[in-house]
C-alpha cells in the first residue's frame, strides 16, 4: 500500500538511528516486544544504549510495565512512559497490569485525553505524552488542556504547534 516511490526502502536498524541522530535528538524508544515479553529485548536495547554513550538521551514507553521496570533497573537515569491502550483494550490493561509506580508519564491515545486526565496525571507529578497527533487543530486542542508533549508522525508539525505553548 506505499507508494512505488518508496520501493526498495529500508528501515534502519536502531544502531543506524542512534549513529544518524544519536547526539541530535531526545529519542523516545517503545519497546514493542508485546507477543514475545520475556525476551531479552530491553537488555538488548540498553546494551547498545550503553556502547554509544546516549544514556542521556533516551526515554522509554511501553504497552508492557514489566518493560518499563526492567528499563529502570538496568539504566536508572532513564525517563519511562506508560503507555495506555485506547478503548475497551484500556480497560483490560488497568485490570491486569498496574503501571509501574515510579513512571515519569502516563502516554494515552489522543481520543482518550480530558481536562480531567491533565490534572489528574498532573497532580500525582507525571507528565502526559500524547500518541499520536498528527493534526495541527488537534495539537493545539491538546497543548491547550495542558498535555506537555505529543507523539507525531509529522515533526515539523509538531515542532510549530508546541513551539506556540511550550517556552
Avoid at 19 to 47: C, F, H, Q, W
Avoid at 60 to 81: D, E, H, Q, V, Y
Avoid at 126 to 135: E, F, H, K, M, Q
Amino acid at each position: 500500500w506505499f507508494s512505488s516511490d518508496f520501493k526498495g526502502e529500508r528501515i534502519p536498524t536502531l544502531e543506524e538511528v542512534f549513529d544518524a541522530v544519536g547526539r541530535k535528538v531526545l529519542m523516545n524508544i517503545e519497546l514493542t516486544n508485546y507477543t514475545t515479553p520475556s525476551d531479552p529485548l530491553v537488555e538488548r536495547v540498553i546494551d547498545l544504549i550503553k556502547r554509544k554513550g546516549l544514556e542521556d538521551r533516551v526515554y522509554f514507553s511501553s504497552f508492557l510495565a514489566n518493560n518499563l521496570i526492567k528499563a529502570r533497573k538496568l539504566l536508572p537515569g532513564c525517563g519511562i512512559g506508560y503507555l495506555i491502550y485506547a478503548g475497551p483494550a484500556r480497560m483490560l490493561q488497568m485490570i491486569f497490569q498496574s503501571p509501574p509506580r515510579s513512571i515519569d508519564s502516563v502516554n494515552p491515545y489522543r481520543g482518550s485525553v480530558s481536562q480531567r486526565m491533565v490534572d489528574h496525571e498532573h497532580g500525582l507529578g507525571r507528565r502526559l505524552l500524547v500518541y499520536t497527533v498528527n493534526d495541527a487543530d488537534e495539537m493545539r486542542k491538546l497543548f491547550k488542556i495542558g498535555v506537555d508533549g505529543i507523539f507525531t508522525d509529522d515533526p515539523l508539525t509538531g515542532n510549530k504547534v508546541a513551539s506556540e505553548y511550550i517556552k
